[in-house]
């Protein structure tokens, strides 16, 4: 390595590496010296490296690899999906159909709105009452906090309850937004796998054993996986984590009023920190950038002392927009539209591909993407490459993998905007692909 380290003590070792990352001459995913070897570099006790080498990862700027010893984070580096290439049918980018969510310019000008002073409330009067609707199934259990979407929940949620180098437990794959939260936070993330019924309870067991401090868990239309929780694997999950109340738990139900799945509550009831994250993004437009966060007193204090110290407070014309729509009768028809619409074009998908051999879904589809499991010997990303070739883009599952954790072989496909005639195409593609792999 030729990127000189000095110190002498744990905090002048700390630094040194600091600065070489700062400057450059550390990059992402550099590999530090092994501690004996740069203790006998440095002259001192083998500890003094290991506890420098731990304060690294506590504060995000390093990341322990087991036997593959400690290398520089990546911890700035967000994630995100990869965009389609041009001239592609773009079945990749994860969005809802325009042609199914409201026009929020009307709702905007159709919304009674009165200018918000400094001290008001920080949710409007209007969205609190419309939140019966958002949590119809699920009535208010804690106290109702409003926050800039769903991502910016979940990140100030952690951020409540979470410091550097903290273990978060997260289904793999995962929902992009939460790898990159985790990351650029400089928690730890610690996988569990799905089966059909969603996330596995043995993994979640070995993560909280292994000191996981909070759980996320996708209740319906989980991104990528195109599944919802099962009634009886909630019922197990919630016993797993009965064991543990101290950790925080984390619903992300952001798929709620569309989906055809029954809402299913992995949070004990002996759980101290717990929140219900529930967004509009997917049915009344990702622009409306509102959520409710049905939370415990003690978590729902701190998520707003967090929002008060950045961006006091949401802004109460999309709240209020986002009342109108929610109690709208015209909007309610529509979501039931779009309910049924999106199911069926899952299952238009799924059909056309389970007839060309191309076995597809998780489990019980819900949601608008579909993922498509593949042979280990035909990898995702020269599928995806093929069916680019062909004019198709699609998500290869390998972006959304957990940082460390095995990537399942798959792609994630979009459909919340496929006809047949698209869908019978693509499918022929897919296979033709799968075949050449």
Known sequence: MSVVITGQTVQAIVQSVRDAIVSGRLRPGDSLPPIRELAAELGVNRNTVAAAYRQLVSVGAADTRGRGGTVVADRLRPGSELAAPADTIDLADGNPDPDLLPDLRAAIAAAPYRPTMYGSAAVAPALREAASVLFGEHPQRGELIATHGAVDAMERLLNTHLVRGDCVAVENPCFLASVGTIRVNGYRALPMELDEHGMRPDHLARALGAGARAVIVTCRGHNPGGIALSAA????????????????????????????????????????????????????????RVALVDADPTTAAALDARLRSGRPWVSHLLQTTAAHLLTDPATTALIATARLEYARRTRLLIDVLDARGVASTMGPPDGINVWVDLPPEVPAERVGVELARLGWAVQPGTVFAVDGAEQRNGLRVTTSRLDRATAKTFGTALAGAVGQG
Request: net charge negative; hydrophobic share 40%; glycine share 2%.
């Open 233 to 288: 694997r909630a019922d197990e999950l919630r016993t797993v984590l009965e064991r543990y109340p101290e950790v925080l738990v984390i619903e992300d139900d952001h798929f709620s009023l569309l989906s055809v799945r029954d809402y299913q509550r992995v949070i004990p009831d002996n759980s101290r920190h717990w929140a219900v994250v529930r967004s509009v993004a997917k049915f009344l437009g990702p622009d409306l």
